[in-house]
């Protein structure tokens, strides 16, 4: 990028601030290992009292916790041996008296074609039970909901797949998801502000940097430091599908390392095929953009702009974060906001990331000509 271009980036991203898009946001645009801009604006909370946004504010990731967790723990299951894409979820998990969810793969939960319903409130029935039967009690539940679709029929995006694919791990690790990842993969790759949330561990430290969510009917509360999804938080902080929290570096020290590793630099802790597999659009339903837990381009109306190259992946969290890579041209762009604090109503941020992205890699590929772009969006 030339020298010009982060003063246009920063310039946007206080345009978003003005637009009231979000109290606040991190920025982190990287080629290859390089980190070509990180920037913090705005308030990483507002009420009850105001607090600045700052470089290493831990965000909850929302459904970022599907590939940078859940999908991830399935890829070092798979290398093990423990795990098969392709093997019905029945045989994982025993017994298992369910039906019409028997044929029911990983591959079809990863990618969203299972054909289960996208989300139920089910915190409401969980809260009434101890929370040590609340994980089982959610199982039960989901396994007794009548699928929306047949399997592959449909592109469903849906929480209770992700759900059940926590409850796999468990199953064949005999270990609970956060201990797996702590153990197997965020621990040794050294990501210590990249955990799954425990709500009941002690209270939050105040002295951490975290960014506040929404106003909580419901816990009557302004969600800062514990998980906002309502049945990740009913559950005890997480499940497959919500309850990551992380900083900006943290994220971008594991993209870094699954980047080699799909390049085939390294093949540690993963596999470069498996990685490879997880980045590879499955095309199980017709026009489905979903990989293997992380999604690919659209062609229209991309949370990833216009110029991302087919060789992409990325994902959103319902909290206002993103992450996006190209795999062809080594860039990764991690956008970090608090669009819902203090309300979820707040939708802005479904305008203003694409043209984010497209500002960003308009600069990166500048002079090598962006004739690719998907659609004839402007910014």
Known sequence: MNGTVPDKIVELLKKGLKEQVYPGAVLLAARGEDIVFFHNVGSRALIPKPLPMERETIFDLASLTKPLGTALAIMKLID??????????????????????????????????????????????????????????????????????????????????????????????????????????????????????????????????????????????????????????????????????????????????????????????ITTETVRTFFSRQEIVPDSTWALGWDTPAEKNSSSGNYFSSSSVGHTGFTGTSVWIDLRENITVIFLTNRIHPSRSNEKIKDFRPKLHNLIMREFLRGQGIHRARSSLKY
């Open 80 to 269: 093990e041996g423990l795990v098969g894409l392709d093997i019905p979820i029945s045989s994982l998990i025993k017994p298992f008296p369910w039906k019409d969810k028997a044929n029911l793969t990983v591959r079809l939960l990863l990618s969203h074609s299972a054909g289960l319903p996208d989300w139920k409130p089910f915190y409401l029935e969980l809260t009434k039970y101890p929370m040590e039967e609340r994980k089982p009690a959610l199982r039960r539940l989901i396994m007794e909901e009548p699928l929306d679709e047949g399997p592959k029929k449909v592109s469903l995006y849906s929480d209770l797949g992700f759900m059940l694919l926590e409850w796999i791990i468990e199953t064949v690790t005999d270990q609970d998801l956060s201990s797996f990842l702590n153990s197997s993969l965020y621990h040794p790759l050294g990501l210590n502000e990249l955990y799954l949330d425990q709500i009941t561990a002690d209270t939050v430290d105040e002295k951490r940097s975290f960014a506040a969510t929404e106003y909580c009917k419901w816990r009557k509360e302004t969600m800062q430091g514990h998980v906002h999804d309502e049945n990740a938080y009913a559950l005890g902080g997480y499940s497959g599908h919500a309850g990551l929290f992380g900083t900006a570096p943290d994220i971008f020290t594991l993209i870094k390392r699954l980047i080699k590793i799909y390049h085939g630099y390294c093949s540690e802790p």
